[in-house]
């Protein structure tokens, strides 16, 4: 019996080794130049992945798959490796003809599988010489069987029947893996994955209009590299960087088996031991992000979780949702593209077996761009592979509630990933019914139950600590009631901290005011105990005089987070525009004179918007004001702004007509467009769409509209001298004809004809005396290329 399984091995491996044999005849002719190269690339990939294969379920070892010995996964798997060899019955369906003699053949064919190919043919003909003595009559067959790959090379002449051929190869090979997929620790590395330990000489790595050539593991790490920024994008850790991180007296607690009474599950014990998923749960404004940062960067964590591992690589990939942010920040591709980017990032030689697709891609790819992202169903794959791996994960995932489409879509994601044995998960939100259902028979903690300790630990030292507290609590005849003040603050807060930050705020006010006992005890009495009331009390607070800016910036705050737009609003950008009071006639380049003068003027804005915003608006850094944001104190408070009847309040009503905040956003994009760390092209195209807006929502007067374009007509002038436009339109359109900058004063014309805006159209071609000049115009494009593509707007 152990004889006729040998003799099946060899069978097969005989199979597979004419099969290698003839995807090792077929090149590409040099004389299709660039494709060439391409295809003999893609074709050099897919020999690495077969050959991948043939490693991972050891097909020419004397330990090989038992899986490939017998039964149907043995019998359907020679049947693919046979259809793969039948290739050669239709090779010429595939644009490929014989090789001639005077045929020019492009180089470079092997490059990348030629040692892994080396190493399985010398194991073959190892196994073919130990197998003689078996049974030498299938041996007798196996050498007198030639495969007509053998005989002839072929090569390439049709670049789409070449790469229908790839398509049909890479179907084979995707097959052979779905049916002896990896199991547990017989991870082999992946396809290149080892060529820190292969001699391989050169990689070529493929650009649009030239072949660069990279040595071995340099070359990879390239690669490694043009994958992972792929999977990158701009706000990947922008979330979790802006939570304020927690107070320095507070949290300490979750490390510390909880009592009997307290009813929440040992987290400590779960990091250590435990498996599947640990919900923390908890209202609006309890502490959940503030929690999950905590244990993502606290090394207590890791110690916990180093335990659960016993040895074993441990990963802590982490994301925080942010329903505030730009779409990746609240979507599930935003999720998986950055826990794929964490775990990969921690060990790049897992690429090429957890996204075997997009590393293909990688190695062919002419640009970053050109790489497309994992589909869903790869993601999953990806994860079910890592779940097979020597590896341990605990995945952090912040505001489930915070996804921006069906919250079971999620809740699916992370039902998925809990399967795996190797793989456990820390999720956090607020106790919505879907989560309800979904996790609270999973170990859980809930935040309002487990917070009021750190409550009054934060009151006492934030508040405590103050000198005008200090000298109350000093005095005989105020030292309790200053005491009840802080007791009836913990009180009132219920477990939700941003609650007790606000009624914190609230009370500085008045130590700053030199309130008497009496006088903070009615401001604590006058404190709502719901938020959305705690804020309306908050902007009640604002100096009468001061409450129409404060409505202003509140606005104008609020149609940003609003709007699918990308980007937070820079504080910088803000303060040039605050400065005009909003005038955009007033608004001018920024010379030398105002960048001195920048940082002062930030300080200034920021005092601003504290005092006639009640504390609803903060800046994201004091120590940098030049890259600082300006956002919201927290979700809710965008919540509260979003409910029927918030913007009728008296206290946020906007009195001033001229008022526009789309205007206003323009005009902070266009002074953000001039400051350093951003690209100014990409700044422009936001302030122009926020000017679309202006105009397509806000009914302004054409005279209005017509002073900002020219307003600004220099900024864009300036974006133009450095090309910043010309980065913009290639990406949308080649031009045939030569490039032609606008004359200056067409620039006002285009952004008008992009903007569809008739009436202004007709004013400034009148104005410039351009209506006979319309028919003689040599511009970069024709202006009705302009009026149907809009590559500015």
């Known amino acids: 019996e152990a004889a006729g399984l040998v003799v099946g091995v060899i069978a097969l491996a005989g199979i597979f080794n004419d099969c290698l044999e003839g995807l090792s005849h077929i090149s590409a002719l040099r004389s299709m130049r660039h494709d060439a190269e391409l295809l003999n690339t893609k074709l050099d990939v897919e020999k690495a992945l077969f ?3 043939a490693e991972r379920v050891r097909l020419v070892q004397s330990d090989c798959d038992r899986r490939l010995l017998s039964g149907s996964t043995a019998q359907t798997v020679e049947k ?12 010429s369906e595939y644009g490929l003809r014989p090789q001639r003699s005077d045929d020019d053949v492009a180089s470079g064919a092997n490059l990348i599988s030629g040692p892994r190919m080396l190493d399985f043919t010398n194991s073959f003909e190892r196994l073919q010489v130990g197998a003689r003595n078996t049974d030498s009559e299938v041996m007798a067959v196996r050498q007198k069987r030639l495969s007509v790959f053998s005989k002839v090379r072929w090569v390439a002449l049709d670049k789409e029947k070449f790469e229908s051929l790839l398509n049909d190869i890479s179907y084979f090979i995707a097959k052979l893996n779905e049916l002896v997929p990896p199991i547990a620790h017989s991870y082999q590395g992946g396809v290149l994955a080892n060529f820190r330990q292969d001699s391989l000489p050169l990689i ?7 072949s660069v050539v990279v040595a071995g593991k340099s070359g990879l790490e390239q690669f490694h590299t043009r994958l992972l920024n792929r999977l990158w994008f701009r706000k990947i850790a922008e979330r979790r960087e802006y939570i304020h991180p927690a107070h320095s007296a507070t949290l300490k607690w979750v490390f510390t088996p909880p ?3 307290q009813g929440w599950t040992d987290l400590s014990h779960w990091l250590r031991s435990g498996s599947g998923i640990y919900w923390i749960s908890g209202k609006a404004g309890s502490g959940k992000s503030t929690l999950m940062k905590y244990l993502v960067d606290h090394v207590t964590t890791k110690s916990l979780l180093a335990t659960w591992a016993a040895g074993v690589e441990l990963v802590t990939p982490h994301f925080f949702f942010y329903y505030l942010g730009t779409r990746e920040q609240k979507s599930l591709t935003g999720l998986t593209r950055t826990l794929l980017y964490d775990i990969l990032s921690h060990n790049k030689s897992w690429i090429p077996e957890l996204l075997p697709g997009m590393w293909k891609e990688t190695l062919a790819a002419s640009d970053d761009q050109s790489i497309d992202l994992p589909t869903h169903s790869e993601v999953i794959s990806a994860f079910l592979a890592l779940g097979q791996l020597p590896v341990k994960l605990c995945v ?5 509630d915070e996804y921006d489409c069906d919250n079971l879509e999620v809740i699916s994601f992370i039902q998925s990933l809990a399967r795996s044995p190797n793989i456990k998960l820390v999720v956090s939100s607020r106790p919505e019914p879907e989560f309800i259902e979904s996790f609270s028979g999973h170990p859980m903690l809930r935040m309002q139950e487990a917070t009021q300790d750190d409550i009054t630990l934060y009151v006492r030292d934030k508040l405590g600590s103050h000198r005008y507290m200090t000298a109350l609590l000093e005095r005989p005849d105020t030292r309790l009631r200053a005491l009840g003040l802080m007791d009836t603050l913990c009180e009132k807060a219920d477990g939700v901290f941003i609650w007790v930050v606000l009624a914190s705020m609230s009370l500085e006010r008045g130590f700053v ?6 006088e903070l005890e009615r401001r604590i009495a006058e404190l709502p105990r719901e938020l959305t009331d705690m804020f309306v009390h908050m902007m009640g607070r604002v100096s009468k005089g001061y409450q129409q800016q404060g409505a202003k910036y509140l606005r104008i705050c609020f149609d940003s987070v609003q709007n699918e737009r990308p980007g937070y609003l820079r504080l910088a950008g803000f303060a040039l525009v605050d400065r005009n009071h909003q005038n955009h006639a007033a608004c001018s380049l920024v010379d030398e004179n105002m960048m001195e003068g920048l940082g002062n003027l930030c300080e200034d804005f920021a005092g601003r918007l504290n005092s006639r915003c009640g504390g609803l608006l903060e800046i994201t850094s004091r120590e940098e004001f030049l890259i600082s944001e300006v956002v919201f104190f927290h979700r809710t408070v965008v919540e509260f702004l979003q409910t029927e009847g918030a913007w009728d309040l008296d206290l946020l009503q906007i009195r001033d007509a001229s008022f526009n905040s789309h205007l206003a956003l323009s005009s902070i994009w266009m002074y953000t467009a001039q400051l350093p760390f951003l690209t100014s092209g990409w700044c422009i195209g936001v302030a122009l769409k926020w000017l679309s807006d202006a105009l397509t929502m806000g009914q302004q007067p054409v005279d209005t509209v017509i002073s900002f374009i020219l307003t600004w007509q220099d900024v864009l002038l300036h974006a133009e001298s450095e090309q910043v ?12 004809g030569k490039e032609r900058v606008p004359v200056p004063d067409e620039i006002g014309l285009v952004i008008v004809i992009e903007l569809g805006i008739v009436e202004i159209f007709d004013f400034y071609a009148q104005r410039h005396g351009l209506t006979e000049h319309l028919h003689r115009r040599r511009g970069r494009y024709p202006l009705v290329y302009h009026a149907l593509y809009r590559p500015f707007v």
Do not use: C, H, Y
Request: aromatic share 6%; charged share 25%; hydrophobic share 40%.
């Open 51 to 53: 050959l991948q294969w």
């Open 80 to 91: 693919i490796l046979r259809q793969m060899r039948q290739l050669t019955d239709i090779i």
């Open 204 to 210: 070529p790595a493929l650009a649009q209009e030239q």
């Open 259 to 261: 009592s009997p009474d």
């Open 396 to 400: 952090f995932v912040d505001g489930l």
């Open 513 to 518: 005011n030199k309130d008497r006992i009496q």
């Open 725 to 736: 436009f010309r980065n913009i339109t290639s990406a949308n359109t080649t031009n045939r």
